[in-house]
Structure formats: structure tokens, C-alpha cells
């Protein structure tokens, strides 16, 4: 082989290798994998919210077949370190974001938006055969602090729960750690839990006593809905009330929360469009049928048929 030759193949080695290199290094077009109705996309969900979820993401499925949304159901404090840590960026809790936690998301340019889509109840359950089935806040308190005769056992879901953390705000305690209080590991087996045993006081989010499911609605049944009077306040005396969609409404219910959409995905994509379900006239009709109250009430449509006399 010449010189000639020889330059003519060290040449084009050095091109197949320069070429090789600048396809392996061109930057790819970034992949969308979700849209507004389309895509996969994971969701933090309260796990004591999965009712209502449920039925609003079985409705949003139907209605947008090529959108796959994944429930994450976890605790209150393990899908608030999820959503902090970046981990997944939407979120529907029991509880907004705190200003520094608000603060953090937008230090790394995930700001949230937040909205309200439903009125929620913290119902206090008694056994089906319980004659007592009235309790004020101050009692409630004084339970919950050690600080009643009472020889009832309290129980509620799970340590790391919303429900536990609204208990704790309202009792003005960091640990509930008297000796008639029990942690279960769900609202399912707290709704037995009382349903088995006469001298037990259940506490559960009320969205788990409407159209129960088959696994636990004979359990609904044995169990009675107290009713709660907040003699904590100089106010009006409402009596005692049971959660309602009119006591939340009318806000004399004392032992209600609000349910929040927390969006930091920064995107239009799956998230908002769930979001955007969420909120429409038709999620908030599915909120109303659940039994708990919408952010917004759904508008009513009247259709007025004129007829012309009959002569």
C-alpha cells in the first residue's frame, strides 16, 4: 500500500470516528410522557381520601381512555416527604402546604398551585348497641389528653396519618400517648374495630360511611355516627350535629377539613388535567353524590317545555 493510499484510509477512519461520536453525543428530543388526557403520571394520595379518589378516577378513566394516572395512596407524612423530596409532583392531601414547604418548592422552580375540591368530616363512631351517642369537643380534648374518666377505648388509623395529625391540632398535644388510645392501620379496621367491640370510640374520615364497599359495609351498619358540640367557642349553640353535607355547608359541624390539590409539576400535563377534572362541573358532582361537600356546587340544568293550549 502507498503513501498515498495510506493517508486516504487514515483520513476516513478519523471521519467514521468523528461522525460516530457526534451521533452519540447529539442531545435527543426530550420525551413527553404524559398530556393534559393522555400519558402515565404517578399521583400522591392521602390514603384516608381513597374513597372519593376512587370514584373520580374511575369516572376520569372513562371518560379519557388514553390517560393512565397512577395512585400512590400513602400516609400524610410519607407523601409529604415524597412531595418535598421531588419524588412525585402532585399531590391531594388533608392539609395545604406550609409557607417554608411552599418556600422549598420554589427554590427549585416547582412552585405549587393549590385548590380546594371538597369539604371533608372527621366523624366520631360509636357501636350500633351504645346508648351514649353525644359528645362535646372539650370531652373529645380531654380524651384524647388523658384526661377523661371515661374507660371507652379510642381508635383511630395510623400514627403518621392526616387524622392523627388534626387530632393532635385539636387537642394541642404533639403525642397522643394515653393509655386508651390506639393507632390500627386503616379506617377499614377502625369501622370494625368498633363495630366488634360496644366500649370504643372510632375516629375516621367520613367519606368512609357513605356507599361503603362490600368488604366492610356490614360493618357500617353495626356502628352509629356521633353527634359533636363545640362548647369551645363563644358562639351561637348549634347543639350537637352529625356530619352532613348541610352542618359542613352551613359550617356547624366543628370536626370538618378542607381536601387539597397540590400541583407542582409545572407543566400542562397529566397532573393538570386531573386537576382541571377535579374542579369541572362534573368532579364536583361526583363529590356531591359521595356525600361530602364541593368546593363548588354543581349548577343545575332546568329545561322549561312551553306547550301551546289544546284547542
Known amino acids: 500500500m502507498n503513501n498515498r493510499n495510506r493517508i486516504l484510509l487514515f483520513m476516513a477512519a478519523i471521519l467514521l470516528v468523528t461522525g460516530f461520536g457526534a451521533c452519540k453525543h447529539k442531545k435527543q428530543p426530550a420525551k413527553t410522557e404524559d398530556s393534559f388526557m393522555a400519558g402515565t403520571a404517578d399521583f400522591l394520595i392521602d390514603e384516608s381520601l381513597s374513597p372519593i ?39 391531594i392531601l388533608a392539609r395545604d402546604l406550609k409557607p417554608d414547604e411552599k418556600k422549598l418548592m420554589e427554590r427549585r422552580t416547582l412552585p405549587a398551585t393549590v385548590n380546594v375540591f371538597a369539604h371533608d368530616a372527621i366523624a366520631l363512631i360509636v ?13 373529645v380534648k380531654n380524651m384524647l389528653n388523658g384526661k377523661s374518666k371515661s374507660d371507652l377505648n379510642i381508635v383511630f388509623d395510623n400514627p403518621n396519618s392526616s387524622l392523627v395529625r388534626y387530632l393532635k391540632e385539636l387537642s394541642g398535644s404533639t403525642e397522643l400517648n394515653a393509655k386508651n388510645i390506639y393507632a390500627l392501620k386503616s379506617n ?8 366488634e367491640h360496644p366500649k370504643s370510640i372510632g ?3 367520613f367519606a368512609w360511611l357513605n356507599d361503603p364497599d362490600k368488604d366492610y359495609a356490614a360493618d357500617v351498619q353495626k356502628v352509629r355516627i356521633m353527634g359533636v358540640k363545640d362548647d369551645t367557642k363563644n358562639k351561637d349553640d348549634n347543639g350537637f350535629t352529625k356530619p352532613s353535607q348541610e352542618s359542613l355547608a352551613l359550617k ?6 378542607d381536601i387539597y390539590i397540590i400541583n407542582c409539576t409545572n407543566k400542562q400535563g397529566l397532573g393538570t388535567g386531573f386537576e382541571g377534572f377535579l374542579l369541572s362541573d362534573r368532579g364536583q358532582r361526583i363529590v356531591l353524590k359521595s356525600g361530602l361537600l364541593p368546593a363548588k356546587m354543581p349548577g343545575r340544568e332546568i329545561n322549561i317545555v312551553t306547550q301551546q293550549p289544546t284547542q
Open 127 to 139: 357501636n350500633q348497641s351504645s346508648a351514649d351517642t353525644n359528645i362535646t369537643v372539650s370531652e
Open 188 to 195: 377499614k379496621e377502625v369501622v370494625k374495630y368498633v363495630s
Open 53 to 91: 379518589i376512587d370514584e373520580e378516577e374511575f369516572v376520569f378513566g372513562s371518560l379519557y381512555t388514553e390517560a393512565k394516572p397512577h395512585m400512590v395512596y400513602k400516609s400524610e407524612n410519607q407523601a409529604l416527604n415524597l412531595l418535598l423530596n421531588d419524588s412525585i409532583r402532585f399531590a
Open 252 to 257: 356547624t359541624y366543628p370536626l370538618s377539613r
Open 203 to 205: 375516629i375516621v374520615g
